[in-house]
């Protein structure tokens, strides 16, 4: 009952913009931790950003800090992942993701941490 659902890829030219949405469903934001990762073909899947329970505290990728941004609408239940200057390495499936807190002052990009997870949506960025 408790799921989470991306939209918002595509494909998009290297140094444009997407804005990724994850609909939660089953509970509230304020009561769980959300991120969103990436896997690349081939590879595991990269912490990209995350952000507590009530917006009180939000954590970035050093490859993304100042470039994306993540955030929650509490009334719509979602959250979105506001993305610029993408480059080509950025291609991949992204995914939301979200847990249970274990901590009330930050939140995880360590994926193995959560244990809610979407079936992701493609972001290509190419020329």
């Known amino acids: 009952q408790l799921q989470v659902v991306e939209s918002g890829g595509g494909l998009v030219q290297p140094g444009g913009s997407l804005r990724l949405s994850c609909a939660a469903s089953g509970f509230t934001l304020d009561r769980f931790t959300l991120a969103w990762f990436r896997q690349a073909p081939g590879k595991g899947r990269d912490g990209i950003s995350c952000?507590?329970?009530?917006?009180?505290?939000?954590k970035y990728a050093d490859s993304v800090a100042g470039r994306f941004t993540i955030s929650e609408d509490s009334a719509k239940n979602m959250v979105y992942l506001e993305m610029h200057g993408l480059q080509p390495e950025e291609s991949g499936v992204y995914y939301c993701a979200a847990r249970r807190p274990a901590a009330r002052t930050h939140c995880t990009l360590f994926e193995t941490r959560y244990d809610i997870w979407g079936q992701g949506t493609q972001v290509t960025v190419s020329s």
């Open positions: 952000i507590l329970s009530g917006g009180g505290f939000t």
